[in-house]
């Protein structure tokens, strides 16, 4: 079983920044596994936002591209998402996901306000 716990989320103005983590926890090393975030806005599709495989190669939707940035520490089994130069269309529940394990998080909200 795997479990994995989103924190970080809050209300920030345009143009300021937000650090999410994901914490994993079960039968899941992070360290071997492809880890993405994902965000759902009131009434939209719950999209992917960023991708890291465990090689190290780092994919972003391209709306965020250049502003949220996605790592790890594996030794504490934690990702992150640094979230820079937020803008209001940020605004969503954001999901931590191990693929391999079908595993989702709770969700963090995050409200970007103009």
């Known amino acids: 079983q795997v479990q994995l716990v989103e924190s970080g989320g809050g209300l920030v103005q345009a143009g300021g920044s937000l650090s999410l983590s994901c914490l994993a926890s079960?039968?899941?090393?992070?360290?071997?596994?492809?880890m993405e975030w994902y965000r759902q806005a009131p009434g939209k599709q719950r999209e992917l936002v960023a991708s890291d495989t465990s090689g190290g190669v780092s994919t972003y939707a391209s709306s965020v591209k250049g502003r949220f940035t996605m790592s790890r520490e594996n030794n504490k089994n934690m990702i992150y998402l640094q979230m820079n130069s937020l803008k209001p269309e940020d605004t969503a529940v954001y999901y931590c996901h191990a693929p391999d394990y079908h595993a989702w998080g709770q969700g963090t909200q995050v409200t970007v306000s103009s």
């Open positions: 079960g039968s899941i090393l992070v360290k071997y596994q492809t």
